[in-house]
């Protein structure tokens, strides 16, 4: 099993800033993709932005210019650095690690983006 824990979020104003944090451990397979997902109150769960191992990033058009996704591989912890917030950024954001077939979630945390 994986287990991924969550840190950062909160409460900030519009064009604020907020960056998250996410370690994994456990039996972490190779070949991973780490990401963020982020769910609306009434809204599915979307991506925001993902990471390959390799450092190949994919980013929701609605994010791109504003979050920033890296990863520390040796640490197993990827992050989001989130610039520029606006009030349609706010929601759960959970961390994602997967593989073809297999997906792990955090718990989640809490993004506020007050306007």
């Known amino acids: 099993q994986v287990q991924l824990v969550e840190s950062g979020g909160g409460l900030v104003q519009a064009g604020g800033s907020l960056s998250l944090s996410c370690a994994a451990s456990g039996s972490i397979p190779s070949g991973n993709v780490m990401g963020w997902y982020r769910q609306a109150p009434g809204k599915q769960r979307e991506l925001v932005a993902s990471?390959?191992?390799?450092?190949?990033?994919n980013y929701a058009d609605s994010v791109k210019g504003r979050f920033t996704i890296s990863r520390d591989n040796a640490k197993n912890t990827v992050y989001l650095q989130m610039n520029s917030l606006k009030p349609e950024d706010t929601g759960v954001y959970y961390c994602?690690?997967?593989?073809?077939?297999?997906?792990?979630w955090g718990k989640g945390t809490l993004v506020t983006v007050s306007s």
């Open positions: 994602n690690l997967n593989r073809p077939g297999v997906h792990y």
């Open positions: 990471i390959t191992r390799g450092g190949r990033t």
